[in-house]
């Protein structure tokens, strides 16, 4: 069941946003969003959080900029996602052009995800020690590789930790750890992306060079804003929650992109998805850039898309860039097939009376069932695990979840109740991974469901799609589309998602798959779309939508991106 909620507009900052001369349409959906005043929508980088109040950042800075002038080699340990592609791009590119040609090696590795797991492993430290690195950083892992850092230290490599993700009780014995979720941290954006946290350190790095005099004729001190494009896709693509601070990140980000100011790899990944960078806007990222780039990591080695990242050739970049396009038809060939066998593996239960879902098929691909684990929760509105054969007896799963059900909590609420039974785990509240035996899959199985039952609300398990109310007739328009897409949207300040009833005058299925509208009200009739619908619609039905544009023969019209809909 789903429940239309429309999203309360308080009128009185609504008025003094319209009044400060906000268009009427945005002040009534940045009143809805918690907005109260134009200066909180000022993404001027002046108003970033300074470096230093990020804990650590400093520390950071030093070690680094004493490896630098020390000529040491330092070896980047990246995470397999975009987040982590990112940030190793952003680490590579920053350092190199910090440390110039003053002897400095600078260099990355990013583990293979079905050789070696997440995070910095002792496997791991043993095969970097295979390039004699003087420092190991880590980006977007590390907070919970208390048995890599230890051997680490054995062999005499120091490692800076870099992280975003929720730390363990016990921290690695790291010479340094900068993550604003530490404890002891105040830094006021908790929310910042793998990539932030490097951006931030990179920043603390040139301020702590500067004031060695490090800068001059032979090595210039680098723009890093050039690297905002990076920042911004790592942070749209990880789904963190854009606060003010991430916000200010995404849109220098974009605006760099749309002013021509871009990454080859990134310009390369724009062409490939047919999309163009001077309209870039944050579902560009989040829906067709980063899931290109993430193709890499879910079925090869996310090497790949780091190299599209830091090369300079234009046409390097475009080479990878359709490597990774190929790439991504084939994740999305493998995903549907996935889903054919998991909604078979639903048919023997009714998912509305389950709290939770832990779904496994040996023939799952490793590499995807992050995003079939999203898709499922997504159709039945529950936490959902999904699991693929890994080695050794084990099993790899990737968890999605709903408000409501804080899913590395429950984890470790889980392993507390059920010892032994996890190889590994770690996440957020709303994605986590985990690594048991097949045969304990039972266990999981049955004791994440009685967690979930224990923690979710009933209203928790009723899906709420919070819109923003109906759209004015004159609002259905290009100019529209054209003003939200300008705005920066993510998780935690959503984009504009409406609602209204209609009369349908036609429908048509299109590929088998895609349900074809041309919706009326009043006067208006406008075409609608819904990808892979699951229900026909009646005569009249109340549609939850996104504005688009259609562009079909070279002619643009307004289109309703059906999300939701349901018969009245």
Not at 242 to 267: A, E, F, T, W
Not at 400 to 420: C, F, M, N, V
Request: charged share 25%.
């Amino acid at each position: 069941m789903t429940r239309f909620k429309p999203r309360a507009v308080p009128p009185r900052p609504q008025w003094q946003l319209e009044q400060q001369g906000l268009h009427p349409l945005l002040a009534r959906l940045y009143a809805a969003r918690g907005v109260t005043t134009r200066s909180q929508l000022d993404y001027d980088l002046k108003q970033l959080i300074p470096p230093a109040q990020l804990t650590h950042a400093a520390d950071a800075a030093v070690l680094l900029a004493d490896a630098i002038e020390a000529g040491a080699r330092i070896l980047i340990v990246a995470d397999y996602d975009c987040d982590g592609a990112t940030a190793c791009a952003v680490g590579v590119r920053a350092l190199r052009a910090m440390a110039g040609d003053a002897g400095a090696v600078i260099d990355y590795l990013v583990p293979n995800r079905f050789t070696y797991g997440y995070g910095l492993s002792p496997e791991i430290v043993d095969l970097a020690a295979e390039q004699s690195p003087d420092l190991l950083v880590t980006v977007d892992n590390g907070i919970a590789s208390i048995e890599g850092v230890a051997r680490a230290n054995e062999l005499g490599i120091a490692t800076l930790i870099t992280d975003h993700h929720l730390p363990a009780d016990t921290l690695p014995a790291a010479e340094c750890i900068v993550n604003p979720n530490q404890p002891g941290c105040e830094f006021p954006s908790k929310h910042l992306a793998g990539v932030g946290v490097m951006f931030y350190v990179m920043l603390a790095l040139r301020a702590e060079l500067r004031t060695r005099g490090w800068f001059g004729e032979t090595i210039a001190e680098p723009n890093l804003a050039n690297l905002l494009d990076l920042v911004a896709l790592g942070t749209v693509a990880d789904v963190v929650r854009l606060d003010g601070n991430n916000r200010i990140l995404v849109s220098q980000g974009l605006k760099r992109m749309r002013s021509g100011r871009i990454n080859p790899g990134l310009q390369a990944l724009f062409r490939a998805a047919g999309r163009d960078p001077a309209k870039a806007g944050s579902l560009d990222l989040g829906f067709m850039i980063g899931p290109r780039l993430n193709a890499a990591g879910r079925l090869a080695d996310m090497s790949l898309g780091i190299e599209a990242l830091i090369t300079d050739d234009p046409a390097r970049a475009l080479n990878i860039a359709q490597q990774l396009d190929a790439l991504n038809r084939e994740r999305k060939d493998i995903e549907a097939g996935m889903q054919e066998t998991a909604l078979a593996h639903l048919d023997a239960i009714d998912p509305s009376e389950a709290a939770a879902l832990a779904l496994f098929d040996p023939t799952w691909h490793q590499g995807v069932i992050g995003i079939l684990a999203s898709r499922i929760k997504d159709r039945h509105h529950r936490p959902v695990f999904a699991f693929a054969r890994g080695d050794n007896g084990e099993i790899k799963g990737s968890g999605r979840s709903i408000a409501g059900l804080h899913l590395r909590d429950a984890l470790d609420l889980l392993s507390k109740r059920e010892p032994g039974l996890f190889k590994r785990f770690g996440g957020h509240a709303m994605a986590a991974g985990a690594t048991i035996l097949e045969a304990d899959f039972p266990r999981f199985r049955d004791g994440f469901a009685r967690i979930a039952d224990e923690l979710l609300d009933v209203a928790d398990r009723t899906r709420t799609l919070d819109t923003d109310g109906p759209l004015e007739a004159g609002y259905l328009s290009i100019q529209t589309v054209r003003l939200l897409e300008d705005e920066v949207w993510g998780q935690g300040f959503p984009p504009p998602l409406f609602d209204d009833e209609f009369l349908v005058d036609s429908q048509r299925v299109l590929k088998e798959k895609h349900l074809k509208l041309r919706l009326r009200k009043d006067a208006l009739s406008i075409d609608a779309i819904q990808f892979n619908f699951s229900t026909a619609p009646g005569r009249r039905i109340r549609v939850a939508y996104r504005l688009a544009i259609n562009e079909y023969n070279g002619v643009q019209s307004p289109q309703l991106m059906i999300e939701h809909f349901e018969n009245t």
